[in-house]
């Protein structure tokens, strides 16, 4: 088993993978603490066999050598959830893995359920079992044990079958395009992009006062620079349930938030405290043209549960038909949109519309019908 700790080793590794078709991946990081996750650790396996661990902690040593295979496009970069991973190496270097492969995207395709976790493929695809006794490790603790890196390893090396399994798949299927899109939306620098501005669109409120909505998002745009600029969780500022006690209660002064039922003591006082009655008291004085307008269209439509009842089972049918996980297709939420009158969703759009939501339209106009049969249920043109 090797360990890397220095750039000249990483630059050895990184041009051999560079004449291999595809190379494994995985990370090893926290965020329990922090905004931005620490990475610790990074896992390689090649096909040929060779599998290394990548030690960011111990020791120097500058990437680099590894963002220059990320923009390789010769080599897949193979990962499992990928989301979390990628969100480091675009914060720390601004680069996305291309070409890249998520076998939990691919999985989901494929028909083996929702989010399906790595240790799932590895027992069905593999035919192996993993150790489960390091998964809760701090990864930024060293030196590591075997037992860890072992651990560590067996992220990537079982990751070669799984990946050479579900690429093939995929292509017998005809699906590419469909994991394609998929993928899109992970190298998307929006995916991992909040704006302050934006961040109070992420908390879920009961009101649509403009004025409650103007403080939630000067609290919202606070909490997040906070977060951002002290690289710790949003929740150490304070958490939603805060967030919205403040906007309905406007404290004025410290006194005040010291009557606060739910934000954090050490909020009370100091920058924190000095940020939030800043915020209340910005959110108190927005013009009307320029507080949040919740979607009135929205809070108008009135969602027709008979039809969003067929829209399940129609969704039940045509996942098990093409064996897809019904979420990657649709989510409940999007059913209920869909059966309220709105259009402009994920259903209808790419690869989805192929699959379901031509045939979801023609149920909403009246132009099918389910029919059941025993365990199966058909569509029947009108």
């Avoid at 051999?16 to 595809?22: E, L």
């Avoid at 003591?265 to 209340?280: N, P, S, Y």
């Avoid at 108008?300 to 067929?310: E, G, R, S, T, W």
Wanted: charged share 30%; net charge neutral; hydrophobic share 40%.
């Amino acid at each position: 088993m090797r360990t890397i700790t220095t750039t000249q080793e990483l630059e050895d590794i990184c041009q051999r993978a560079k004449a291999q078709a595809y190379v494994t991946l995985d990370t090893e990081f926290l965020r329990e603490r922090t905004y931005w996750s620490k990475l610790c650790l990074i896992q390689m396996a090649l096909p040929s066999g060779d599998a290394v661990l990548i030690d960011p902690i111990e020791g120097e040593m500058d990437l680099a050598p590894l963002y220059d295979l990320f923009r390789w496009e010769q080599t897949v970069k193979v990962f499992h959830a990928a989301r979390q991973d990628l969100e480091i190496f675009f914060v720390e270097g601004g680069v996305f893995p291309k070409p890249l492969f998520d076998t939990q995207i691919a999985a989901m395709v494929c028909g083996y359920g929702e989010q399906v976790g790595y240790e799932t493929l590895v027992r069905k695809i593999a035919r192996e079992n993993l150790d489960k006794t390091s998964r809760f490790t701090d990864w930024s603790r060293r030196p590591l044990s075997e037992a860890q890196k072992q651990y560590a390893l067996a992220d990537v090396t079982h990751l070669r079958v799984i990946y050479e399994n579900l690429s093939a798949q995929i292509r017998k299927s005809g699906r590419e395009h469909w994991v394609a899109e998929e993928l899109a939306i992970l190298v998307d620098p929006a995916t991992y992009t909040v704006h302050p501005e934006d961040a109070w669109q992420r908390i879920k409120t009961r009101t649509n006062s403009g004025r409650f909505l103007a403080i939630v998002k000067e609290l919202a745009r606070f909490r997040e620079t906070y977060a951002q600029g002290n690289n710790v969780p949003r929740s150490r500022v304070m958490k939603d349930d805060a967030l919205l006690e403040l906007a309905s209660t406007k404290p004025a002064n410290v006194d005040d938030l010291g009557r606060s039922r739910l934000l954090l003591r050490e909020a009370r006082r100091g920058e924190i405290a000095d940020g939030i009655l800043a915020a209340v008291k910005a959110g108190q004085e927005m013009a009307a043209d320029k507080m949040p307008k919740p979607d009135p269209v929205k809070d108008q439509v009135q969602v027709n549960p008979a039809l969003a009842d067929l829209l399940r089972v129609l969704l039940k049918a045509k996942s098990e038909d093409l064996g897809v996980a019904p979420k990657l297709i649709a989510s409940s939420a999007d059913l209920d949109a869909l059966a309220a009158g709105d259009r402009d969703i994920a259903p209808l759009k790419g690869w989805r519309m192929e699959a379901f939501g031509n045939d979801a339209l023609r149920l909403c106009r009246g132009e099918i019908a389910l029919s059941a049969k025993g365990n199966n249920v058909r569509v029947v043109t009108l």
